[in-house]
């Protein structure tokens, strides 16, 4: 594996979850991130949740979306919303653009950096369940603001037309 494939660790220490992402994450990884967004809705203990974006070298929309999955998956369990580190001005900017401030506290560096961080084995999905995952990421994508609703709409008519007329859709 190059430096530059993406890779997603996890920890879970006291009541904190830590998603860190490394490298160029991307659709591929939509099922592991997927996976996780799910777990997190249902963690017992749960108070605090960090998506570290310092070492992703690039984050796609499809990813992006999940991320945003990840906020709507603990809203209302927590009593603040979900922190994305992020420390590239562009990447922040990007964030900014897309709305993720009303859905996280976006900050520059962690309070305290996380332990103990384990790799996540990918979840593997099928070209249907990655095309699924790929029109969920960008419908939530669209739900965040006008922006993204303009950005992805031509994108997520485009992936509904092609699953009413595919066979198994």
Not at 65 to 79: D, E
Request: glycine share 6%; with cysteine.
């Amino acid at each position: 594996m190059t430096s530059n494939d993406g890779r997603l660790k996890a920890a879970f220490d006291a009541g904190v979850f830590v998603l860190k992402l490394c490298g160029d994450v991307r659709l591929t990884l939509c099922a592991t991130l997927d996976n996780e967004a799910q777990r997190l809705a249902n963690m017992p203990g749960l108070t605090a949740v960090i998506v570290d974006l310092r070492e992703a070298t690039n984050v796609d929309s499809t990813a992006l979306g999940f991320l945003a999955k990840v906020a709507l998956a603990v809203k209302g369990r927590l009593s603040h919303p979900p922190t994305i580190v992020v420390d590239h001005p562009d990447v922040r900017r990007m964030l900014d653009v897309m709305g993720f401030s009303r859905y996280f506290t976006l900050v520059n560096a962690p309070i305290a950096e996380p332990g103990g961080l384990n790799d996540l084995p990918a979840v593997e999905a099928d070209e249907s369940g990655l095309q699924q995952r790929i029109l969920e990421a960008h419908r939530i994508l669209m739900r965040m603001n006008e922006h993204n609703r303009e950005e992805f709409k031509p994108l997520v008519e485009l992936l509904e037309t092609q699953q009413q007329n595919s066979p198994t859709g």
